[in-house]
């Protein structure tokens, strides 16, 4: 077995074993389908109070209804918990003091930061297609009609945006790093979760360029966003996968 597979498995038995991702999957995949089924119910049942706090998607029906207000609570929810979960990924071995075992193994500490990363992906993955199944579950027994093309186009567009978002929150692993605790990541991902928001609200015709307010603007309203300005939101996991890899490779027991 190569080292990154090793690496790879070691993570994915710590993640398995973690409290803190069990938790956290049931509260992001549960709460949201939860959350969002029973606002369109409530929605459709003529609740005067739910239908003025969905703004535009109060003229909404059926599948677009239930698929809009799940992609508005999961930007921002799903972004917070994957931005805790991945702050708690690299900030415990700091915490829990097993940062210096790492110095000692066969592994670099580099190729050990990368499985991390590519652990919380898999899992984002996961969390995605367990949402996205649950969410078609609620549509079906709220009877929203006929699964056609468009309601499972902004299904899919649903999936894509829960990937998304924890490709987001890749700075959050940088930033406990940095930290040396999930502190910091945390308070890193409250930043990016207010400018996304605050971006998207403020300048919305500029918001299809700003990777952190793409998808959600993509995934409510996806002509306003091109398939160029979705792919920059790459560039933030790109760029702190490197620079956590790099803060890795720097890494000194003294400081």
């Given at each position: 077995?190569s080292l990154?597979?090793?690496a790879v498995?070691?993570?994915?038995?710590?993640?398995l074993a973690?409290?803190v991702?069990r938790?956290?999957?049931?509260l992001?995949v549960?709460?949201?389908a939860?959350?969002a089924?029973?606002l369109?119910a409530a929605a459709?049942?003529?609740?005067?109070q739910?239908?003025?706090q969905?703004?535009?998607?109060?003229?909404?029906?059926g599948?677009?209804?239930?698929?809009?207000?799940?992609?508005?609570i999961t930007?921002?929810?799903?972004?917070?918990a994957?931005?805790?979960?991945?702050s708690?990924?690299?900030?415990?071995?700091?915490?829990?003091?097993?940062?210096?075992?790492?110095?000692?193994?066969p592994?670099?500490?580099p190729?050990?930061a990368?499985a991390?990363?590519?652990?919380?992906m898999?899992?984002?993955?996961?969390?995605?297609?367990?949402l996205?199944?649950?969410?078609?579950?609620?549509?079906?027994?709220?009877?929203?009609?006929?699964l056609?093309?468009d309601?499972?186009s902004?299904?899919?567009r649903?999936?894509?945006?829960?990937i998304l978002?924890?490709m987001l929150?890749a700075?959050?692993g940088?930033?406990?790093?940095?930290?040396?605790?999930?502190?910091p990541?945390?308070a890193v991902?409250?930043?990016i979760?207010v400018a996304?928001q605050?971006?998207?609200?403020?300048?919305?015709?500029?918001?299809?360029w700003?990777?952190?307010?793409?998808?959600?603007?993509?995934a409510?309203?996806?002509?306003?966003v091109?398939?160029g300005?979705?792919?920059m939101?790459?560039?933030v996991?790109?760029?702190?996968a490197?620079?956590?890899?790099?803060?890795?490779?720097?890494?000194?027991l003294?400081?």
């Amino acid at each position: 077995m190569s080292l990154i597979a090793t690496a790879v498995h070691v993570e994915l038995r710590k993640a398995l074993a973690s409290r803190v991702l069990r938790t956290t999957t049931i509260l992001v995949v549960v709460g949201i389908a939860v959350l969002a089924t029973a606002l369109v119910a409530a929605a459709q049942a003529g609740d005067e109070q739910i239908l003025a706090q969905l703004g535009p998607l109060a003229d909404e029906t059926g599948w677009s209804l239930l698929t809009g207000v799940t992609a508005q609570i999961t930007a921002a929810g799903a972004l917070l918990a994957f931005g805790v979960a991945l702050s708690w990924t690299f900030g415990r071995e700091f915490t829990d003091g097993t940062i210096t075992g790492l110095f000692a193994l066969p592994v670099s500490r580099p190729v050990v930061a990368l499985a991390k990363l590519y652990i919380h992906m898999l899992w984002t993955a996961a969390v995605s297609l367990t949402l996205t199944m649950l969410i078609l579950t609620g549509g079906l027994v709220l009877d929203l009609g006929s699964l056609d093309s468009d309601a499972l186009s902004q299904l899919i567009r649903l999936s894509v945006l829960t990937i998304l978002a924890g490709m987001l929150a890749a700075p959050a692993g940088w930033a406990a790093t940095l930290g040396r605790g999930p502190l910091p990541g945390i308070a890193v991902t409250l930043m990016i979760l207010v400018a996304a928001q605050v971006t998207a609200i403020a300048t919305p015709d500029a918001a299809a360029w700003i990777p952190l307010s793409a998808p959600a603007v993509w995934a409510l309203e996806p002509g306003t966003v091109h398939a160029g300005q979705l792919a920059m939101v790459a560039i933030v996991p790109i760029t702190f996968a490197a620079l956590t890899c790099i803060s890795w490779r720097r890494l000194q027991l003294d400081r």
